[in-house]
């Protein structure tokens, strides 16, 4: 005799916002603008990126962006946009289905599309010429692999764009830190650290603030490294961790200056 269980986790509090952040590109030549979408999610589909840049071609045509790369930060405790977390019981019926069940609210994901297009448009809208500096640093301190083999790639990046008319500052920088501050399976939903990594760079820096997620595997967060006391609630962890990233990013000081080239390849490939 099989006995199935699934329980479906349900959102129990909000703690802060989830965000679209969309930074816009250009070395001035003419040859073409390059949009980065980061999307606070879990994850996202190939077949989800294709609906986006196909309902967006016409705009990014009549702006000349010839790449719009979307990615996510991989947030434990975002809303579900990869369908993981639908009825497993549901799903057992969904071969052959052209609209299968799974975990996915269709609301939310024409709202993120929209979200998507307004950052990108505004991004458009407020490009602005600058200088664009680069550096990286050691944040070994920062973050632990929680599997073995114990493999660390700490060296993360920041290019920060200083805009020639004395504007904000923008800081683009990496980060391989799993974003399971509330735990892999919590129920109160948070965009986790970056969230607080931008509130703390905006009023302490006056820069606005994005992150690309790298390769992080078994790679996390490491409050005890970075002196989070044990037994304090969510937000002050991830309030105590992301001052002490910020500061990390913001103490960079091997900077270069980076050349006005800007040049950007594709190769699509699938993985079973």
Request: one cysteine or more; glycine letters at 8%.
């Amino acid at each position: 005799m099989l006995f199935v269980m699934h329980v479906q986790q349900l959102v129990c509090a909000i703690l802060d916002d989830l965000l679209v952040r969309t930074v816009v590109m250009s070395d001035n030549s003419g040859r073409g603008n390059v949009a980065f979408v980061v999307v606070d999610a879990y994850g996202i589909t190939t077949t989800h990126v294709r609906e986006i840049r196909a309902a967006l071609a016409d705009f990014c045509a009549a702006n000349n962006i010839v790449s719009l790369n979307i990615s996510v930060l991989h947030q434990h405790s975002a809303v579900d946009t990869l369908g993981m977390n639908g009825s497993i019981l549901k799903a057992l019926g969904n071969a052959g289905k052209a609209d299968p069940v799974n975990g996915i609210n269709k609301e939310y994901m024409e709202n993120l599309y929209a979200k998507i297009e307004e950052t990108l448009t505004e991004a458009v809208a407020s490009m602005t010429a600058g200088t664009l500096y680069y550096g990286n640093d050691d944040f070994s301190d920062f973050v632990t692999d929680k599997r073995d083999p114990q493999v660390l790639d700490a060296e993360f990046d920041r290019f920060r764009f200083v805009p020639a008319d004395g504007g904000r500052e923008i800081w683009f920088t990496t980060s391989a830190a799993h974003c399971v501050g509330n735990g892999a399976g919590g129920t109160e939903l948070t965009g986790d650290y970056p969230y607080y990594m931008e509130q703390y760079i905006n009023e302490n820096y006056n820069a606005d603030f994005l992150m690309i997620l790298t390769a992080e595997q078994g790679t996390t967060q490491d409050w005890e490294a970075v002196g989070v006391p044990e037994g304090v609630d969510t937000v002050e962890g991830l309030t105590i961790y992301a001052k002490a990233f910020s500061d990390k990013f913001a103490a960079i000081s091997n900077e270069t200056e980076v050349a006005p080239v800007l040049n950007i390849a594709h190769k699509e490939a699938f993985y079973t």
